[in-house]
C-alpha cells in the first residue's frame, strides 16, 4: 500500500472519514483547524454531515444530538475548547452515548498559548465534568497512529457507548510524516436496539441521564462501572522497548514518546540499560504492567510536557514498589534526548555512569 | 542513520513547500522522514523555518536541539540558527540576500547566490528549488529524480517546468560541493 506524506490532523480527518464518520460538527481553534478544514472539503461531497459550528459548546451538542441517532459523529478541539465541552461529555457518558472527541492540546491554562503542549491529560483522563464517569483515552505518537487510533476510537465509543477521546498535540498535528490508509478494520456496531430512529411500529424509547429513583440511579452508575471494568480488562494498549534488562525505564505518552526512544537509543550506546514504556490508552491505563516491571527495575522517569501529570498515574501502578521522577516543562521546545538521558543518568547515580 | 535539516528564511520564499517536496523526496526513496514547522505568530509576514528529520530507521525526536544541515535564505535566519548547526554542521546560504560571513570555524558554509540564479531563470519565488538543488549534491538520502518526482507531487503543473529548470541551476552551482 502506498503512503501519503500527511500531517498528523489530516491524518485523523482523513481516517474518521474512512471510520464512517457521518457528521462533523466543531469550531476552528488552533493548533487543530486543519481537522475541520479538511473535513469541510470531503464531507458534503460525499453527502454527509459538516457544521461549522457557532461555539464549542453548540458542536459538542450537535454531537450528541447526532449520536443519539445512532450516527457515527465526531468533534474535534482544544484544551480552552475543550474546557467549554466538559459538560456535554458528563451528558454523554451518562446518555450511554458513542462519541468522538479529538483534543489537540495547546499550552493552557485559560486561552494559553498556541505552542504545543501536554498540559491536558489531567482534562482528558480525569475530566472536567461532573459524576462518577470515565472517558476511554487514546494517545498517538506518530502520524501512522492518528490514523489508526482514530479507527480504533469510533469502534470502541461504539462497543462501549461511551465517549472517546484521541488525545493528540499541537505538534503532532502540524507534523507531517508518511502514513498509510488503511480500511477501516473493525466490525459495525448494531445500535437499532437503542438509537432514536422513529418511534413509528415500536414502543418509544428515551435518550437521559436523568434517574429519579435512587436504586435506578445507582443501578445505571454501577452499569457505567461495569463497563469500565471491562475496558480495563479488554483494553488496555502499551508500547515497551528494552524492558528486559533495564536499570531505568523512560515513560511518556504521545509525542513525547518518540524523545523518550530517542534518549534510550543515545544511552544504550553509552552502555546505560534503559527501557521505555509508552501507554497508549491512557484511559484505562495500563496499571497491571507497570507494577509487573516495577518488580524487576527500581527507577522510573516519567517525561511530561506539563508539569506533573501522567505521573500520578504512574505512581499510582507502581505503589511504591519503585522510585518515580517527573521531568517536563509547560511548552516551548521539547525535552530533547540529551536533557532526558542528562536526568536518567544522575537518577541513576555518580556510581553507575562511572561503571558503564 | 538519521539527519536533520532546517530550511529559513522570509514567508514567501517557499520554506514550508521546498521543506514538504525534499520530505516527500525521502518517503519515494523509502525512508522515514518527519516535516515540523516553525510555529508561532512569527509566520505572519515574518521569519518561517521547518525542520526535517530523515533516517533509514523510525525517526524518533522531531524537534532537535542540533541540525546537521541548515539551508538559510535570508540574514535573519543565517544569523538565528547558525548556532544550532552541529559541529561539521553545513551551512547554504543565500549569498544574495546574506554578506558572507564565518563566524564559526567547526561548519562548512556553501555561499551561493541563491535568489539571483532563480530570478535570472524566470521567478525569484523559486529560491527554494536552486537550495534544494545544492542541498541533493551534500544529501546522501536523496538524488535529484526523487525531488523532481516530489515536485510533482506538490506543486501544480504550470510551476512545475520553471522549478525543475531551477532546480538544475541549483545542482550546477553546487558542483564543487559534490556528496562525501
Known sequence: ?356 | MEQSIIIAGFGGQGVLSAGIILANSFMLNDKQVTWYPCYGAEMRGGAVNCEIVVSDTEVTSVHKKETDILIALNDLSFNKFLSKVKSGGIVIANATLIEKKYPREDVKYIFENISDTARELGSIKAANMVSLGILSNICNFTDIKSIKQAIDMVLPQKIRELNYKVLDAGIKLSESCRKE
Not at chain 1, 190 to 206: E, F, M, Q, V, Y
Not at chain 1, 225 to 234: G, L, N, V
Not at chain 1, 238 to 255: P, S
Request: charged share 20%; glycine share 8%.
Open chain 1, 1 to 356: 500500500m502506498t503512503k501519503t506524506l500527511i500531517s498528523g490532523n489530516k491524518a485523523i480527518a482523513q481516517a474518521a472519514f474512512d471510520a464512517g464518520c457521518d457528521c462533523y460538527f466543531s469550531y476552528p481553534i488552533t493548533p487543530q483547524t486543519a481537522i475541520g478544514e479538511y473535513l469541510s472539503e470531503i464531507m458534503p461531497k460525499a453527502g454527509r454531515g459538516y457544521v461549522c459550528a457557532e461555539s464549542e459548546i453548540a458542536s459538542i451538542n450537535m454531537v450528541i444530538g447526532a449520536a443519539a441517532t445512532g450516527a457515527k459523529a465526531m468533534t474535534s478541539s482544544s484544551s480552552c475548547a475543550i474546557s467549554l465541552m466538559q459538560e456535554g461529555l458528563a451528558y454523554a457518558v451518562g446518555d450511554e452515548l458513542p462519541l468522538v472527541l479529538i483534543s489537540v492540546m495547546r499550552a493552557g491554562p485559560g486561552l494559553g498559548y498556541i505552542y504545543p503542549s501536554q498540559c491536558d491529560y489531567d482534562q482528558a483522563v480525569t475530566g472536567g465534568g461532573n459524576g462518577d464517569y470515565r472517558i476511554l483515552v487514546l494517545a498517538p505518537s506518530t502520524v501512522q497512529e492518528c490514523v489508526d487510533l482514530t479507527h480504533k476510537a469510533f469502534y470502541l465509543s461504539q462497543k462501549y457507548r461511551n465517549p472517546v477521546i484521541v488525545l493528540s498535540d499541537g505538534l503532532l498535528g502540524q507534523m507531517m510524516e508518511p502514513a498509510e490508509f488503511v480500511k477501516y478494520p473493525y466490525p459495525e456496531i448494531d445500535n437499532s436496539n437503542w438509537a432514536l430512529t422513529g418511534a413509528k411500529g415500536r414502543t418509544p424509547r428515551k435518550i437521559r441521564s436523568l434517574e429519579i429513583n435512587e436504586e435506578k440511579h445507582n443501578q445505571n452508575i454501577q452499569h457505567l462501572f461495569d463497563k469500565y471494568a471491562q475496558m480495563e480488562k479488554a483494553e488496555v494498549l502499551y508500547e515497551e522497548h528494552n524492558v528486559e534488562d533495564a536499570d531505568i525505564i523512560l515513560v511518556a505518552f504521545g509525542t513525547m514518546g518518540r524523545n523518550i526512544k530517542a534518549a534510550m537509543n543515545l544511552g544504550r550506546k553509552y552502555g546505560i540499560k534503559i527501557g521505555t514504556f509508552r501507554p497508549v490508552t491512557l484511559f484505562p491505563f495500563p496499571n497491571k504492567r507497570l507494577s509487573e516491571l516495577a518488580d524487576r527495575t527500581k527507577k522510573f522517569i516519567v517525561a511530561e510536557m506539563n508539569m506533573g501529570q501522567m505521573i500520578k498515574d504512574v505512581q499510582i501502578a507502581i505503589n511504591g514498589k519503585a522510585q518515580v521522577k517527573h521531568i517536563g516543562r509547560p511548552a516551548g521546545a521539547w525535552l530533547d534526548e540529551t536533557e532526558i538521558l542528562d536526568e536518567a543518568k544522575i537518577m541513576l547515580g555518580e556510581e553507575y555512569a562511572a561503571s558503564v
